[in-house]
């Protein structure tokens, strides 16, 4: 185990175009601790997972690595194991000697690489199999196989790079909690990188949510944080839309009345919501967006319920144990999470109702005010 240090991490790989991949990224990685970089594509999460690693070079800022400057230390030298997206094991070698091979470049002691990768082997389940070659195995298989023969090398730090994203819906589901006992059983500090925000939820200890960097941002970290405090108090529109599945339900509007314990907002369709948000740094006027998650939704006979709006029903999904209604609001995509049982269907007006305490508010830089409380989920039907 060791923890991972970024200062000021920059990457720019034109130099000449003044347009970095990377700004300001500062990170301080525990030992042992499941880190999760999430994001859309082209925001720099495997990137900057390179640069942990060494097959990229920082333009700017220091890494350390259990206490040690990395910026011009090769890999070799790093003592982390990566995991690929790409399963790169050799066709021609059975698992054993696809596990061994590392180690017997490194010339270790033969008994030394047959306990490892007997332990290694004994972790993911692949012991029966460690005769056969790669083409006799499943996807998910292989993917143990690559994942085992980072763990012979013994490393400080695992580096997942998109580790599933090769594998059906399925064995997504299975190697996810593969990858969360492996990490229990070994006590790791692992940094892993995916696209999938429900991976991130689901595996994460903290998650870092970095965003495509705008040429006036400052940085393109949004977020540092655990799962639910990213659910529960996103620092922005970004993180609030990309934290949580389906995801945040947004309306335009502006404040009309601001008190110490609450606000309201009227959006477009002239409806009034009541937030329980602390807006007192805001002016009445202002233009602001508000958001709802799609389980915070309630009927209107709920005790909660304490503003509605009105939309029409696109697609009503029953998927047996719950329902998804797809709406439009003042003419915006607006998701509903509903009991398995609920009556709507396309065509249908629709009215839903917004506890206050369910709001999330953020200012016309997307910013978000404090909540002052926190919901609890409540499906409707």
């Known amino acids: 185990m060791a923890e991972v240090v970024l200062k000021n991490v920059r990457k720019n790989y034109d130099p000449a175009v003044h347009q970095d991949t990377l700004r300001e990224i500062n990170l301080h990685i525990k030992e042992g601790e499941f880190i999760v970089f999430v994001g859309p594509s082209g925001c720099g999460k495997s990137t900057l997972l390179r640069m942990v690693a060494g097959l990229e070079d920082i333009t ?68 029966p199999l460690l005769d056969r070659k790669p083409k006799a195995l499943s996807g998910g298989q292989r993917q143990r196989v690559a994942i085992g023969r980072c763990i012979v090398q013994q490393p400080a730090v695992f ?15 299975k190697m996810r909690i593969e990858i969360a006992k492996l990490h229990k059983e ?36 949004e977020q540092f944080g655990s799962p639910l405090e990213l659910y529960h108090a996103p620092a922005n529109r970004f993180v609030a839309g990309f934290i949580g599945s389906p995801k945040m339900n947004f309306l335009k509007g502006e404040l009309v009345e601001i008190n110490p314990d609450h606000c309201m907002v009227k959006i ?70 509903a009991e398995a049982e609920t009556t709507a269907h396309a065509g249908d007006k629709y009215t839903i109702c917004l506890p206050a305490d369910a709001c999330y508010l953020f200012d016309a830089d997307e910013q978000a005010f404090p909540r002052l409380a926190r919901y609890t989920t409540t499906k409707i039907s």
């Open 60 to 127: 700017s800022g220091d890494l350390e690595i259990g206490g040690t400057y990395m910026n011009d230390k090769p890999p070799v030298e790093r003592n982390v194991g990566m995991v690929f997206q790409s399963y790169a094991l050799y066709p021609h070698m059975d698992l054993y000697e696809n596990m061994a091979f590392g180690l017997k470049l490194k010339k270790v002691d033969k008994a030394e690489i047959k306990k490892r990768v007997d332990a290694a082997s004994d972790i993911l389940g692949l012991t």
């Open 159 to 173: 580096l997942f790079d998109e580790p599933l994203s090769n594998l059906d819906a399925a064995l997504r589901v």
């Open 268 to 337: 477009e369709s002239g409806d009034v919501i009541k937030a329980s948000v602390d807006a007192t740094r805001a002016a009445v006027g202002d233009k602001v967006e508000l958001g709802v998650r799609p389980e915070h939704l309630v009927e209107a006979d709920h005790p909660h319920a304490d503003s509605s709006v009105t939309g029409d029903v696109m697609v009503a999904e029953h998927l047996g144990a719950e329902s998804f209604i797809y709406m439009t609001v003042n003419g915006e995509d607006f998701t509903v999470k």
């Open 186 to 221: 070994l006590q790791s500090t692992i940094i892993y990188v995916t696209h999938d925000q429900v991976e991130a939820m689901t595996l994460a200890d903290k998650i870092v949510v970095l965003s495509p960097l705008n040429k006036n941002a400052p940085s393109n970290l």
